[in-house]
């Protein structure tokens, strides 16, 4: 029987994130995920393979932004397709604050996320 994923994992997944729970997040990540950044170098921002790499990352971003937080997240999932809608904002240790809706694309296979495709607003960061 192939599970799935539903659109309550996808909100227990964001809620863990807000929590900054990488256990929690990584729960419905499959291990050879990639996970496709907001930011970076190429055109699709940067590419991070593999559920450790990808904890790193995420981790990595709670480090950065203590109070990091993804609001208003909603969630559909459709076969082997899901879509997140959300509203980041956190403070970096220079002082200044990301406020940004954004939506994560993702990729599904036997109730498992393996691509997490993740795309933001293009907003300037401004003074906390």
Known sequence: ??????????????????????DGVMTHFAD????????????????????????????????????????HHSHFVHGDRAVSEWTFSGTGADG????????????LRDGKIIVKQALRKSRPPFKA
């Open 1 to 22: 029987m192939t599970k799935t994923l539903t659109a309550q994992d996808l909100s227990d997944t964001f809620d863990a994130f807000n929590r900054h729970d990488v």
């Open 32 to 71: 050879d995920c990639v996970f496709y950044t907001v930011g970076g170098d190429e055109a699709y921002g940067a590419k991070v393979e593999g559920a450790e790499a990808i904890a790193k990352a995420f981790s990595a971003v709670w480090a950065g932004m203590k109070d990091a937080h993804w609001d």
């Open 96 to 107: 200044m604050r990301i406020e940004a809706q954004g939506a994560d694309l993702f990729t």
